[in-house]
């Protein structure tokens, strides 16, 4: 009977010895990896600004400014100060003053410029309002090199006393939207 049990015993260890194995083979993880390579660089946009030789017959100037710190900013506002000239403006008169927003030709991303403001520092009963020309690009998607006009129009009422004297800021604030297509 030993000889049995000793036998039994052996079947057994030899069993599980089996089962150990192949569950050992079937918990084995195959792995593998893949790599890929891509150059990155970042889009660039630039706006500029410009305001014709001529107010009285305003065509699109060939030289465009760079925006820079104004003085009459807050710290740190990068600015394009640009010479609408010198408007005079009777009581009861409006003015129009033109200029030009552009997406540099050398950007490569889009640009939404259709954020302009104008804060006037003027005089009591004289307003001023800004806007876009309608019938040129579009601010809200201008393509590299592509510009557009804007007007600034400033009014005086009955109640402007004389030789009064003021200042306006036009603001276009630029976010690039889409990199631009060739």
Known sequence: MQATRARKIKIGLAGLAVLGLGAALT???WTDQVFFQADVSTGTFNIQGAVPDDQSAPVEPATWVE???WDGTEAGIATIELDLGSAQVAPEET???TGYVRNDPTSTWTADVSAITVTPFLPDGVTASVAYVTGGND????AP????AFTVTVEA???VAQGAAGELAVTVDGVSVAPATP
């Open 95 to 97: 003015t129009t003053l």
């Open 139 to 142: 601010p809200a998607d201008l």
């Open 67 to 69: 925006s820079d710190t």
């Open 145 to 148: 090199g592509d510009s557009v």
């Open 157 to 159: 009422d009955a109640t």
């Open 27 to 29: 918990s084995a993880q």
